[in-house]
């Protein structure tokens, strides 16, 4: 991945994830049995000008909603893995959390 372009070695072959690379997006939804709620900041590139800055570095955090103090990282894109195929792409990560 350079600059949000993945280039098959195979083929030579190149596509651009930038439109999604690089922004960011979030997430809502994660809604436990205690109650506790979930909300996540995911940037693939790695989080940048959060408001939270435990998530800062991060491809992906968690959030628990209505607490300020609790985030983490649970992705990171160092070790992101990219698999070409014929009908598409994969992508996957280790977390501190597991796979992502």
Do not use: W
């Amino acid at each position: 991945m350079v600059n949000g372009t993945i280039t098959n070695p195979a083929n030579g072959q190149s596509f651009s994830l930038g439109d999604i690379y690089f922004k960011r997006f979030s997430a809502s939804g994660d809604m436990r049995t205690n109650g506790d709620k979930y909300v996540y900041e995911i940037q693939l590139s790695s989080i940048t000008g959060s408001s939270n800055p435990a998530c800062s570095g991060a491809s992906i955090c968690q959030r628990k909603a209505n607490d300020q103090h609790f985030s983490r990282k649970v992705g990171t894109s160092d070790q992101t893995r990219y698999y070409i195929q014929a009908c598409g792409a994969d992508l996957t990560g280790r977390g501190s959390a597991g796979y992502v």
